[in-house]
């Protein structure tokens, strides 16, 4: 061997760390969630919920064991299969099914303002995934946040004592997803970040499946093709395409600067309510909307800041 040289190769992580093309790549998994409320309040006036919330992780399973077959990946460290089935329930199972259930009852725009607390329990559940101290700023900035959601949904649904169930369900779909972006985003640096979503797919791909077909027996769909068609949005972009980019965007990092881009997520999903459903652009909703986005924005970038 020549001098300085080796024959040991260093393992590298799957994703290597650079700050601006985590950005984007963060910006762009954004774009493509953010039709996901809308497109499933689409979707729920033809199919049912059960089967959009479980249909959609069918056929995106589909498309993830082709891929990975296609690509030949080998199975996952045996230590890794746990923090998938987080990942599964999390992106795979909850969200889906809770937002599917909880738009049935709610426009599109007051379940995106609900959804906007989304970005800061990430990072509330990144801080306690890896260990790390927050200043106890970040936890004051997190309970105005919830404050003001919570004090939205009160507002839209007539009033103290009145919180609609939609609501409840919509805040356990961000709780369910806070987990499912944390792990997912610790996953993809050593899984990759489409090899991430796609094994979570096929661990959840079995009971999906049951549900899917419980549903269809117990309530066959009559959906007209603009149904059909946001259905499929869900199921290729928000349930697989789309977390490419955004496990993508996270594992490269720094997770808590990528997870803000997802502010952006509620204002666009607000606007595609707006546009394609024609829905009014109420004060309400657009104070409850800045008020959410503020707090939560707050919230991430006080983590950024060292504990003193």
């Known amino acids: 061997m020549k001098e300085h040289s080796s024959a040991t190769v260093l393992n590298r992580p799957v994703i290597s760390p650079r700050k601006a093309t985590g950005i984007w790549w963060g910006l762009l998994g954004v774009a493509a969630f953010s039709f996901t409320v809308p497109f499933?309040?689409?979707?729920?006036?033809?199919?049912?919920?059960?089967?959009?919330?479980?249909?959609r992780a069918v056929v995106a399973a589909a498309l993830a064991i082709a891929a990975l077959a296609i690509t030949r990946q080998r199975l996952p460290p045996?230590?890794?299969?746990?923090?998938?089935?987080?990942?599964?329930?999390?992106v795979v199972v909850g969200f889906p099914l809770l937002t599917s259930y909880a738009l049935t009852a709610v426009p599109a725009g007051h379940g995106a303002v609900v959804i906007a607390l989304l970005p800061a329990a990430t990072a509330t559940v990144a801080v306690l995934r890896t260990g790390e101290r927050p200043p106890a700023a970040?936890?004051?900035v997190m309970a105005?946040?919830?404050?003001?959601?919570?004090?939205?949904?009160?507002?839209?649904?007539?009033?103290?004592?009145?919180?609609?169930?939609?609501?409840?369900?919509?805040?356990?779909?961000?709780?369910?997803?806070a987990v499912g972006y944390a792990e997912g985003g610790l996953l993809a640096r050593t899984l990759g970040s489409w090899q991430t979503i796609a094994w979570a797919l096929v661990l959840a791909a079995p009971a999906m499946l049951v549900l899917a077909v419980v549903s269809v027996l117990d309530q066959?769909?009559?959906?007209?093709?603009?149904?059909?068609?946001?259905?499929?949005y869900l199921a290729v972009v928000s349930m697989f395409l789309g977390f490419f980019a955004w496990y993508r965007g996270l594992a490269i990092g720094p997770m808590a600067q990528v997870s803000q881009i997802q502010l952006f997520q509620p204002v666009l999903s607000i606007g595609w309510?707006?546009?394609?459903l024609g829905e009014a652009l109420t004060w309400t909703t657009l104070i409850g909307a800045l008020a959410v986005i503020l707090c939560a924005a707050a919230a991430v970038?006080?983590?950024?800041?060292?504990a003193p």
Do not use: E, M, N, Y
């Open 40 to 55: 499933t309040r689409v979707a729920v006036a033809g199919i049912p919920p059960l089967l959009i919330g479980s249909g």
């Open 78 to 90: 045996p230590r890794t299969w746990l923090r998938l089935s987080l990942v599964a329930g999390g």
């Open 138 to 140: 970040f936890w004051v």
């Open 144 to 177: 105005l946040g919830s404050l003001a959601a919570i004090s939205f949904a009160f507002l839209q649904s007539g009033g103290v004592g009145h919180l609609h169930w939609a609501d409840l369900l919509l805040l356990g779909a961000v709780a369910c997803a």
């Open 220 to 232: 066959p769909p009559s959906a007209t093709p603009v149904q059909w068609a946001a259905f499929a």
């Open 273 to 276: 309510a707006a546009l394609l």
């Open 301 to 306: 970038r006080v983590r950024l800041k060292p």
